[in-house]
């Protein structure tokens, strides 16, 4: 008895069947949808049609200016004073400016021999050459391994200090600006600036020099990457259709037309008085380098991009660290973007197509409508419409548009045309997390200052790969089997 009484009734009047609560979703919806949901969702459209055809223009804008700048215009070499610096038998090496080298580091267990090294073979005289390697390590067995490279570099007669710092205050920005501190440093006329993985031919300090040295109003000379394991895994391929499309279009076009891009943070040589007159390092977003580069041109200071100077260096290779990676690039350009376009708006220095340039096209479009048109009209808004028959999208908005700029960002990377259908659906699912990651920018939400080091493998799979043809001829056919079917 106690148990029956602990039961509870529902009134026969609510007891509805499955069938009853259908028909009460559907007359709900019905009821709903004409006053709230179409009126809501062809808004929506319109929006995503507008934000579609300003990305659409941009990179017909980009795709003709890059057509112009291959047939007609003038090689960087040509554009401006560049001679290459020679030895002088009576004058020694004082013909060739002091430079520093600043590699930072954080954890870097996998490549940081790479870096060192690549860095240590470097062209350029001894005595007018300083590496810095900037530990942050948190690991002190990391933390011996590197500082035990340094110094067989340095009995080998390269001038290598290895520095580190009691915190990470400032993360990269902070060690790189510290690095600038030291009193070895102070007679340096520029900085070249290397990641842990990234890998500089010999000749790149003279091929990059001589344009600081013979043009003063230029800053910085940045190189293009190459990536060494872009066949590594379908998550690296897509990566490099990204990135080349960034370096072959958006980089070039940037330099051609108003000596103006985004610092890419490594791979580059800066004039240090360059900085200094920009306000130096400052970490108060998680693109420092991009912050310097928008300080810099506003003071008036030009940039060079060489497509043919190539540094080797790693793409992410699982998504954790991909993901974490998007995160940074794209909350931090959005909260610059926050913090600076009234600073660019005012600015007397620049001329107004280049204020344009940097607000509308740099950050506007590429860095915040890009992302955003990505996820809310191809994931949200196009499906939804499907649901809701009475809002039409024109043909020309849902397939004509998507599929000429899909097509214009292909041509960085010729060889994986075959890949377009994923790496469409690639961006797709990327751009959830890259909206997210632009709206905590703009509203400087809490993540909006985080930082987490992209985890770098080097030649770990390569090595895994090397381990199983060392064993016995049935042991050999298992562990290949299982490297390339972890690897895929």
């Known amino acids: 008895m106690a148990q029956d009484s602990q039961r509870i009734v529902i009134p026969e009047a609510l007891q509805l069947s499955r069938d009853d609560i259908g028909v009460q979703f559907a007359l709900m919806w019905e009821f709903v949808k004409a006053p709230l949901i179409v009126p809501l969702l062809q808004l929506g459209v319109v929006i995503c049609l507008i934000m579609s055809l300003m990305l659409f223009c941009e990179r017909v804008y980009m795709g003709i200016v890059i057509v112009l700048v291959k047939l007609f215009w003038k090689k960087p070499e040509e554009r401006y004073n560049w001679q290459a610096l020679q030895e002088d038998m009576e004058s020694g090496n004082s013909d060739f400016p002091a430079v520093l080298i600043q590699i930072p580091m954080f954890n870097e267990r996998e490549v940081y021999k790479l870096s060192i090294g690549a860095a240590s073979n470097l062209s350029w005289p001894a005595d007018r050459l300083v590496i810095q390697v900037l530990d942050d390590s948190t690991d002190p067995e990391i933390k011996q391994m590197v500082e035990l490279e340094c110094q067989r570099w340095a009995s080998k007669g390269i001038n290598i200090r290895y520095q580190i710092r009691e915190n990470r ?37 003279r091929r990059a020099i001589p344009f600081l040295v013979n043009n003063p109003e230029i800053a910085l000379v940045q190189g293009r990457w190459r990536f060494v394991n872009a066949n590594e895994c379908l998550l690296t391929r897509m990566q490099e259709m990204s990135l080349d499309y960034h370096f072959t279009v958006e980089q070039e076009v940037g330099s051609a037309t108003h000596a103006f891009f985004g610092f890419n943070g490594t791979a580059g040589v800066w004039r240090i008085a360059a900085i200094n007159e920009a306000g130096g390092w400052k970490d108060r977003t998680t693109v420092e380098d991009m912050d310097l580069a928008v300080r810099a041109s506003l003071r008036g200071w030009k940039f060079v991009y060489l497509g043919d100077l190539q540094v080797k260096s790693e793409l992410p290779s699982t998504f954790k660290a991909f993901r974490f990676q998007q995160h940074r690039w794209s909350c931090g350009p959005a909260n610059l973007f926050r913090k600076m376009v009234m600073e660019i708006v005012r600015n007397k220095k620049v001329r107004f197509w280049k204020k344009v340039y940097v607000i509308y096209s740099f950050f506007f479009v590429r860095k915040i409508i890009a992302h955003m048109v990505t996820f809310i009209f191809y994931c949200v808004v196009l499906p939804l419409t499907i649901l809701v028959p009475e809002v039409q999208v024109p043909i020309w908005g849902a397939v004509y548009i998507p599929s000429v700029i899909t097509i214009l960002n292909s041509v960085g990377t010729p060889r994986s045309i075959h890949l377009l259908f994923y790496w469409i659906l690639f961006e797709n699912v990327m751009s959830l997390h890259r909206t997210k990651a632009t709206l905590i920018g703009l509203l400087e939400a809490g993540r909006v200052n985080e930082w987490v080091v992209t985890e770098k493998l080097g030649n770990t799979l390569q090595k895994v790969a090397d381990a199983a043809k060392n064993k016995t001829s049935a042991a050999k056919a298992v562990k290949r089997h299982r490297f390339r079917f972890a690897e895929r």
């Not at 790189?176 to 010999?202: M, N, T």
Request: aromatic share 16%; proline share 5%.
């Open 169 to 205: 205050v400032g993360y990269k920005a902070g060690a790189l600006k510290e690095g600038l501190k030291r009193s070895y440093a102070k007679h340096c006329e520029y900085v070249a600036i290397f990641d842990a993985d990234f890998q500089p031919e010999p000749d790149y300090l």
